[in-house]
């Protein structure tokens, strides 16, 4: 029994030596539960419908979003681009898309909602036409896919590179490199590189399958560009993993580190579930992080077919900027001594 109290007392200590990583273990539930208020306070996502209004800016367009928010049981989503709510609507993110333009309103649903569009339509105006489309079977799967990829390169990146490099210094691995002409660029690149090599080996098996099964859609633009999106997320991750090394020296205090950044990124991030419920405050910081500027990027290549250069490159721009910073702070951090 003593030897058990001193092993609890060991692992206790362990995570609560720390003022930093004992405050945050504790209050990573209460951040996990201030988000969750925040995220479903006017009730969970999927409660209510979400209609996608689309169209140039107009005085039409306003009279059908006036007309809409009318009914508190719908979500309205205003969007300049068709296509992209038709997208939004074939991946089951939105039940209803309304095309407002000088010669009518167009309504478009699919089948499951084909009772709201009929529902609405006389309320939008008697020139209201209703259209039925056949959506895909895994239309949400594709809408998850971009999150799924961004997940899995986060945590690869986080635990492949922060816990590996604290066991290294707790096995003295790196105490025995440094008595080698190795630098600490060359170390580093090696790790990424593995990891890197990796990630890549995982998203080409995860994105065959899931055009292969699931008819995730495809081209050979939007594959290239999500390989452009992975290697700088991994980039990313493995900086951020690499910086959070070199302040923990605990191979358990880095793993709730790692626990408690992952789990709130996943959460505000839309990986799974879009993060509109969010207030406007909330949506533009969570923007800046490179989980949703990954994630956002991955989406629009793949689901709504995206290739501008306006579009795309504040997205890539702001990756290569978030590993460039993690890179520069961790490698000036970085001693082969703990």
Not at 44 to 63: C, D, K, L, M, N
Not at 152 to 174: E, K
Not at 274 to 288: F, H, M, Q, S, T
Request: with cysteine; hydrophobic share 55%.
């Amino acid at each position: 029994m003593s030897a058990f109290l001193v092993l609890v007392r060991m692992r206790v200590y362990d995570v609560t030596r720390s003022r930093a990583s004992g405050a945050l273990f504790m209050s990573l539930p209460v951040v996990l539960l201030a988000l969750l208020a925040l995220v479903f306070s006017n009730g969970q996502p999927f409660e209510r419908r979400v209609v996608e209004i689309v169209g140039p800016p107009s005085a039409r367009r306003e009279a059908v979003v006036q007309k809409v928010v009318e009914y508190t049981e719908l979500r309205v989503r205003v969007d300049d681009h068709r296509d992209r709510a038709l997208a939004r609507l074939r991946s089951r993110t939105a039940n209803l898309v309304v095309v407002a333009s000088p010669d009518g309103t167009l309504l478009v649903a699919g089948p499951n909602d084909r009772l709201l569009a009929r529902g609405l339509a006389p309320a939008l105006g008697p020139s209201a036409v209703v259209e039925i489309h056949e959506l895909p079977r895994f239309g949400y799967i594709h809408y998850i896919f971009p999150g799924l990829v961004t997940s899995t390169t986060l945590l690869a990146g986080l635990f492949g590179m922060g816990y590996a490099m604290v066991r290294f210094r707790q096995s003295l691995f790196l105490k025995k490199l440094a008595t080698t002409p190795l630098s600490r660029s060359t170390f580093v690149l090696a790790l990424v590189a593995a990891r890197g090599a990796l990630i890549l080996a995982q998203t080409a098996v995860l994105s065959v399958c899931a055009t292969l099964l699931f008819g995730l859609p495809m081209t050979a633009t939007s594959a290239a560009l999500l390989l452009v999106y992975v290697v700088l997320g991994t980039l990313v991750f493995t900086g951020i993993g690499f910086l959070l090394a070199c302040v923990v020296e605990s191979e358990g205090v880095v793993m709730d580190v790692i626990n408690a950044c992952t789990a709130p990124l996943i959460f505000v991030s839309e990986m799974f579930f879009p993060n509109d419920v969010l207030p406007d405050a909330a949506r533009r910081i969570v923007a800046l992080l490179p989980t949703t500027m990954m994630v956002s990027g991955a989406r629009a290549v793949l689901l709504y077919g995206e290739t501008r250069p306006a579009e795309i490159l504040p997205g890539i721009l702001g990756l290569a900027l978030w590993a460039g910073a993690a890179y520069l702070v961790s490698l000036r951090a970085f001693r082969w001594h703990g």
